[in-house]
């Protein structure tokens, strides 16, 4: 039982991982696009998308990493603190991610272009990707 917990660990971290690496790309795109290509894409939203993305990552990885083996109070207790805490930074990051497309829609509204379009499709496509992602490692884990 004490493998399958350590497993658990690091399906945490590695999800964690995989969010901040998101976020930084999200970034990275978004600089070079906005900055050297003359391009607004993803900028500024993008960079809050990012912010987001991050601040989940390391919600998941602080709380996944707080639980070291000598907390353990039973296996089982371990198992639903675990499912505790993802269920948490999904909802963290589902409440950022509304908040993110109402301000796209916000400026759909009042300035509608094609880049706002655009902006909100990607992100739209890279929700659908995390929501994927999430079900999956579910499945996988049962967290």
């Known amino acids: 039982m004490e493998q399958q917990i350590r497993e658990q660990i690091a399906h945490l971290q590695r999800e964690s991982r995989f969010l901040r690496n998101l976020a930084g790309g999200i970034l990275l795109y978004s600089i070079v696009t906005s900055y050297f290509l003359k391009v607004q894409f993803l900028s500024p939203l993008g960079f809050l998308f990012a912010v987001f993305l991050y601040l989940s990552a ?7 990493d707080a639980q070291q083996p000598e907390n353990w109070s039973s296996p089982e207790q ?59 490692f579910e499945k996988r884990t049962g967290i």
């Open 58 to 64: 390391r919600d998941i990885y602080k709380d996944a």
């Open 78 to 136: 371990f198992l639903e603190v675990s499912r505790q805490i993802r269920e948490e930074s999904v909802w963290k990051l589902h409440t950022r991610l509304i908040l993110l497309l109402t301000f796209y829609v916000i400026d759909m509204i009042s300035y509608p272009t094609v880049v706002l379009a655009v902006n909100m499709a990607v992100t739209l496509a890279l929700c659908a990707l995390f929501e994927w992602g999430l079900r999956r």
